[in-house]
């Protein structure tokens, strides 16, 4: 069954983590909650690979992506628009920023970006009043 919006609903502890890695692809997964990797200080591989997801929000990744080494977003829509400007200003591990995998599908400027080289120039426009 694909799932929109990927809810944990696990006992284990820690929470429907295998090892140190979570995995979760081809799943149809458009959306994830902000609080999905609370409560998981031993993550250190994401894998979200061929998915629907489009938004990459900071509440959801800032904590996550100061701490593991590895996330897999490779086939999945991502917008690099303004709501991603957190992304190139986090102090990312240096094991991350080699394995940041996933690249920008829009806006058409930033189509086929690698997710690990955006920069500030980037979103420059989004600072910049009407």
Wanted: net charge negative; hydrophobic share 35%; charged share 20%.
């Amino acid at each position: 069954m694909a799932l929109s919006t990927l809810e944990l609903n696990c006992t284990e502890d820690p929470p429907c983590v295998w090892g140190f890695g979570m995995i979760y692809r081809n799943q149809r997964i458009e959306s994830l909650p902000e609080d999905l990797f609370k409560d998981m200080p031993s993550l250190q591989d994401i894998w979200l690979t061929g998915n629907l997801i489009s938004q990459l929000t900071e509440n959801t990744f800032k904590g996550p992506f100061t701490i593991i080494r590895s996330c897999t977003l490779d086939n999945n829509p991502i917008k690099c628009n303004c709501d991603l400007r957190w992304l190139p200003s986090m102090d990312l591990s240096r094991a991350l920023k080699r394995n940041l995998l996933g690249e920008c599908e829009e806006p058409k400027n930033l189509h086929g970006t690698l997710l690990s080289e955006l920069n500030q120039n980037d979103f420059q426009h989004c600072d910049q009043t009407a």
